[in-house]
C-alpha cells in the first residue's frame, strides 16, 4: 500500500530580527490510508508548525511534501484546490476556527460552495445528522452551542467535501473530560465509515494513547522517536519520552514523589544549539557525546529512537 | 474543626439553585479533590469560600468555616482578612490572571504590602519566587508576564497565593491550559509547599488523572451537586455513581494499552 501523505525533509523556519528559529528541522513521515498517526511533544515542539505545512497553510523553508505520490509543496492557491478537498484540517479551539456571525448551516455548507458543489442543503443535513447534531441547531450561531457541539461542527465542516486526511490539531484540547471522550468516539466511527486517516497532534498522551496506532515524537522540531504507540508510551527510549511519559498522571501517584524523571530547566533565552542533540541542554542523562548528532536507534522494527541511549538500557 | 469546611452550601442565580447543598471538608496539610465537568459547580463553590461570587449568584444556604469561623461574614473587612491569609486561590489561565504592564516582581511586592509585610519586601519576593522554582529569581522579578512561558506565569501565582503564608490554598484547575510536562512540574510544586508549610488544598479539575493522582479524597460533582464522595482508593476502585465510572473507565490502566491493534 503507498501512504496517502509522505513527507521528506521538512523544514519551516521562522526569522525574528537576526536569529532564526527552525519550528520544523528536517523531519520525515508517512501516512497511510485509514491509519492514525500521533505527533506528541511539548509546546514549542513544532507540532502545529509542522500540521500547518502539511496541510500547506504554511509553505515549508524545504523539503517535500507528497500527496499521493504528487508534490504538493510549490503549488499555487489555485492549484492546491484538489488537495484541499482532501486534505482537511481541524483546529483546537471551534470558537476562533467558526465564523461567529454564520449560522451553523452556512458554516457547514462554504466548504461546498467554495468547490462548487450542488445539492448543498441535502449535503449539510446528511453531514449535520453523521457528527451527532440535531438539525435544530442548523440555525444557530458559534456562540449559542456548547463546546463539544461547536467541535463537532468544525469536523462536520472538515468531512463535508468527503476528504481522505483529516489533521486534527489538539481538537480536544478545550473541551472537559466527558465531551472529550465523546469526541474521540465520534472521530473513531467517522473514521471507520469513511476510511479516513488521521494525523492527530496533541500533548494529551493518554488520548494519543486510545487513538492512533502509531505515534510521532517531536523535540524541538526534530523527530526524538516514533513507533507503534504501545512501544513509544510503554518502553520510551529517547529520554524526552521518558520524559513526557512520565508525566503523564497516574492514580495514586503510582510514581514514587520526587522520583520522576524531569527535564533540566532552560535559563530565560534558550539559544538552539547548531548540531547535537536538540534536547542535551535539558537531558537529566545527557552524556558528552551528545554534543554531537545523535544516531537514529532501531529499537524494534518500526519503533526508532534518534538517543545515544536509546539501544543501551 | 480545622481546615476548611463547607456545609449545606446552596449557590442560586436568581430563584434557580445552580450549587445544591454540598459538603466539603479539607483538613491542614491534606490534598481534597474536586472532580466534574464544565458548569458543574466546582468554581462557584470555590469562589464562595472566598465571597468572590460574580454577580447575581448569591449564597442561599449553607455555611462555609474555616478552622470552626465563618469565612465570609457580612462585614467586607472581615472577608478581606479571610482572602490570603486565611484561604488563596489559584486559576486555570496564569497569563489572564496577571497584570501584562506590570513587571511580576512588583505584582508579588504589592500582595506582600496588602498583608501588612514590612522591611524588604524585594528580598521577600525573591525569596518566594525562588521557592516557587523560578531560575534566576532576582531576574525572574523584572521580567513582564510576556516573557514568562505560561509554566512560569503559573509559579509566579503561585508565589503571589502563598505570599500572605494561608492555611488553605485553592486550585481551580491549576495547570489546563499548561503542558504535560509542566503540568507535573507544578503539581510537584504544590504538593511540595503542602508539605512544607501545612496548608490543606483543595484541588479543582476536570481531569480526573489528576485529581486520583495527588489528592488523598475525592468530590465528584455534577450538575450542581456532589454525586459521589470517598477516598481516591474506594471512588476509583468501586465507583459507586454512573458519572464516576464514566469519568475513572480508563484511569486504572496505563495510556498505550486502550488501543486495539489496527485501529
Redesign the interface.
Known sequence: MKPLIEVRGLRKDYRRGGDVLHAVDGVDLALMPGESVGVIGESGSGKSTLARCITRLERPTSGVVFFRGTDVTGLSDRDLRWFRRQVQPVFQDPLTALNPRWTVGRLIAEPLKIHGERGAERRVGEVLRDVGLASELMTRRPRDLSGGERQRVAIARAIVLRPSVLVLDEPTASVDMTVRRALLALLKRLQSEHDLAYLYISHDLRTVGETCSRTIVMCRGRLAEQGPTAAVLNSPRHVYTQILVSAIPRVGGATPRGGRLRARPLPWQGTSPDSGCVFAGRCPRALPECAADPPVVEVTPGHRAACVLAGRR | MPGLRIEGLCISIGDRDVVRAVDLHVAPGACAGLAG??GSGKSLTALASLGLLPRPARVRAGRILLDGGETVAPDRDRTARVRGSGIAMIFQSPRAALNPVLRVGHQVERVLRRKGRRGDLRQRCVELLGTV?L??PD??AR?YPH?LS?GMCQRVLIAMGIASEPRILIADEPTTAL???????I??LL?DLRARTGMGMLLIS?????V???CESISVMRQGAIVEAGT??AV?DSPRHPFTA??VR???H??????E???
Open positions: 465537568g464544565s522554582g531560575l534566576e531576574q525572574a521580567l516573557e505560561g503542558d504535560v510536562t509542566v503540568q507535573a512540574d503539581l510537584d504538593d476536570h481531569d480526573m488523572s489528576v486520583a493522582e495527588r481516591t482508593r476509583i464514566e469519568l480508563d484511569l486504572t496505563p495510556p498505550g494499552t486502550g488501543h491493534a489496527g485501529g
